[in-house]
């Protein structure tokens, strides 16, 4: 083995090594709404020259599900799967159509379609798809119960939900099965999560049902967050997947993601920095002026 070719094996070994780990994203605070505070947001890093031997597989993203993928916010994921660049020089990019996610979805699923994965897709049983779920869930929205703090209403089963008035906010994401249940159960619907809300603080609904981290994030944005409650634990899991096509199901790097989503180390991770998101949000708007119809609920509280 001649001096080029040991000095180039020495680079690779620096290459992977965590002491020279590379960073595929980065975190920056942006006014995205004219809020008066910053919100994160997460951008992935590539270059063509990071690894001479890097694999690239792309996923489509919904670009409205922040903090899972978001066109305008990114992705908390980014930092997660980055460590398998480090690991095995696998790069994970998540993608956003310019127009239509369903339309995508739909040519996807019909195998009409160039994309090689989606990223955050709930369980359909379609018939027509060929395309594989990556088992285990990455991760779950959980669909939790929303009450004002002066309000306290008994459940035990979902069925017990019958006896109240309740809404869903058309805005969140929910599965169709999920849906389904709602109206069954009487849940209606609202337009947003902020007339859902609204109808709440004022007495109009007993409860909301609302996905737990993209529900918190508006509760913080409004300054709601004191004049509620959550229920401990979630009605409702839809659970997220990677969905692939068929002919990279069984390659030896799916197998690597699948045993890594698996892994304790990916779950803590997970969850630390879905916390951290909250504890952003719960900082960036100390001192937000909650709506004018909060100081209706006050005087109905105070009588």
Partial sequence: MNFAKILCALICILAISPANAINLYKVKEVDLDNLGYKQPVYRQKYSDSMHPDQIRIDFLGDPDNFPYTSKRQGSIFYEL????????HLYIEITYPKKDYQAELYKFENNISELKGVFGMPFYNSKYSKNVYVYPAFADIGIHLITSRDKNIDIQTKEDLKKYKGVYPKDDKFEETVLK???RLGILERETFDYAIEDLLTGKVDFVV?????SQIKLYKLGLMN???YSLTPIWKIPLFLKVNPRIAKTKNI???RQYIKSPSFKQKRDRLLANILEIYREKTKGVIPPTYINSLQSVVEE
């Fill in 255 to 257: 197998e690597y993601i």
């Fill in 227 to 229: 004049y509620i409650n």
């Fill in 210 to 214: 609302a996905s737990y981290y993209r």
């Fill in 81 to 88: 799967f980055s460590e398998l660049f480090n690991d095995r």
């Fill in 181 to 183: 249940d709602f109206k």
